[in-house]
Every structure is written in C-alpha cells, then in structure tokens.
C-alpha cells in the first residue's frame, strides 16, 4: 500500500512563494507519474500540475503556468510543487496523487489516480 504524505503549506501573502512537498512509501516510486490537484472551499477538485514517472515530462493547468513548477527526486521518492507569485485564488487544500498504471494521457483526470495524501492548506492573503 503506497502512503503519500504532503507537507509545506501554510499562509502566505500574495506574490509570496511556497513549496509543497509529497512524501511516497510503500511503492515502487519511479513507476508513477505523479500529480497535484488542489481544492477550494465550495469547489470541485481540480487538476494543478502533473510529473512523469521519469521526471522528464510535466504538465500545468493554464492558471498557474509560469509560476509553478513540478519536479520529482526519484531516490527521496518525493514530489515537489514550487508555487511562485501566489495569488489568493491559488488558495485551496492542495493534494499529491500516484497513478501506479501511468497514462500520461489521463495525466489530468482525479479517477486515474490510485493513491492520495491527506492534503496540505495553502491560504494566500490578499
């Protein structure tokens, strides 16, 4: 059973950064393409940012393209999502996922996704 266990949220001001990160154990880490959803209150969850299991490949939704970026380090099994220029709309739960049968073409869709965390709360301040 693969454990995923996100970390590095917090309040922070608009135009202020954070790094989220996402702890994976239990799995064959380097087989999973990786993703980040986030959640605002009253709203679906929604796809934010995906990485390929080799680390070469990613994947943004449009509203936070150029100022997020995905990577992975394959030997600490940890994902990371580096949030630049932070907006208050960027506020929300903000998830890790596993997709243990990788289809990059299903990279953005919540069902493709095996594994979950917990979820970590980022709260921009206007």
């Known amino acids: 059973q693969v454990q995923l266990v996100e970390s590095g949220g917090g309040l922070v001001q608009a135009g202020g950064s954070l790094r989220l990160s996402c702890a994976a154990s239990g799995g064959t880490f380097n087989r999973y393409h990786m993703g980040w959803f986030r959640q605002a209150p009253g709203k679906e969850r929604e796809f934010a940012a995906a990485?390929?299991?080799?680390?070469?490949?990613?994947s943004y939704t449009d509203s936070v393209k150029g100022r997020f970026t995905v990577s992975r380090d394959n030997a600490k099994n940890t994902v990371y999502l580096q949030m630049n220029s932070l907006k208050p709309e960027d506020t929300a739960v903000y998830y890790c996922a596993a997709q243990s049968r990788p289809v990059w073409t299903t990279i953005t869709r919540k069902t493709s996704y095996t594994y979950w965390g917990q979820g970590t709360q980022v709260t921009v301040s206007s």
């Open positions: 990485i390929s299991f080799s680390g070469g490949t990613t």
